[in-house]
């Protein structure tokens, strides 16, 4: 499909869970002027989420990618909502970003099958779990509206995975290929329903070696990151990519696979489940495998060179 061709009709973007990914999501779509509705139940992450886009946007005038007068306006596009109804009422689409927990998704998306509009898009940005699973409390007219995504990192990467399901209708491809293009978003397509998409699905075979290489003993995280991106002339390794993620997301994914194929080799292993339990989440907390994020600016105090 030819980019010029296409039509974005989607104006109104909700975020439901605005976490580490979902805050990176909706100052996306608020940096390519979509009016975003950020959801969450507390005011605390509320709170999180405006000092992080707020950290963003210094950041982006600073470097001169925006005017001041340009910030303050992605800045008002931004809203927020602590129930699902008020979060909902006008959305083209909605964004899923809660915690990768089957029960838990399915729970929302049956609540977001009640409160949406009709014509509402509903996706999941799910890094191991399938859509057929996930809205299966979901009217089937709706279902034909669902699809998947798996971001990397929203704010810095034009890449994007996104995966169809059986239900998926035309209509339904061709509007969210036309509302991720204008995002500036390269979605690379999964054109059938599998576990981790697909380059992700490359990417968790890496991720299960380092975790357990490192949790063995073979590997220093750093070390072995150095190596990798000598290597692959990238500019991020998988231990600090695994920071920038989450480390109780990382974990969550492991354990999603896990369940599915009960294989002793795909359980994480105990060393990660120990940094967690002490708090050690990656970016977002400060430490994981390195130490001295800034937890406010997010992503952004990530250093990749």
């Known amino acids: 499909m030819e980019k010029n061709r296409e039509i974005d009709n989607v104006k109104n973007v909700t975020i439901v869970g605005i976490g580490t990914q979902g805050s990176m999501i909706a100052f996306r779509n608020a940096l390519y002027g979509k009016n975003v509705t950020g959801y969450s139940r507390t005011e605390k992450s509320i709170a999180t989420c405006k000092a992080k886009i707020d950290k963003w946007l210094e950041y ?7 005017t001041r007068e340009e910030a303050e306006a992605v800045k008002e596009r931004i809203h927020y909502a602590r129930t699902l109804e008020d979060a909902c009422r006008e959305a083209d689409l909605v964004v899923e ?9 399915q729970e929302v998306f049956a609540q977001l099958d009640k ?17 057929s699973e996930i809205d299966i409390r979901v009217s089937p007219e709706r279902k034909q509206k ?28 061709a509007a969210a290929l036309a509302h991720y293009h204008t995002l500036g978003f390269e979605p ?11 380059i992700n699905r490359v990417w968790r075979a890496v991720k299960r070696e380092c975790l357990h290489l490192w949790a063995d003993g073979y590997v220093d995280p750093s070390e ?19 920071d920038l993620i989450g480390l109780d997301t990382i974990y969550n994914i492991e354990m999603s696979y896990y369940n599915a194929s009960g294989e002793e080799r795909d359980k994480p292993p105990a060393k990660l489940e120990e940094m967690i339990d002490q708090g050690h989440l990656g970016m977002k907390t ?20």
């Open 146 to 173: 669902t699809f998947a995504v798996d971001h990397d990192d929203p704010i810095r990467n034009s890449y994007l995975e996104m995966m169809w399901n059986k239900d998926t209708s035309e209509e339904t491809k």
């Open 188 to 198: 690379v397509v999964t054109e059938r329903e599998i576990k981790g998409y697909s």
């Open 286 to 305: 400060g430490s994981g495998f390195y130490s001295g994020y800034d937890k406010e600016a997010g992503n952004l105090s990530v250093d990749k060179k």
């Open 224 to 242: 072995f990151d150095r190596g990798w991106r000598i290597e692959w002339n990238t500019n991020i390794g998988p231990f600090q990519l695994m």
């Open 97 to 105: 970003n809660v915690p990768e927990k089957l029960p838990l998704k």
């Open 60 to 66: 982006f005038v600073k470097e001169g990618r925006l």
């Open 115 to 131: 409160v949406c509009p009709p014509h509402c898009l509903l996706n999941s940005n799910t890094s191991s779990l399938l859509m």
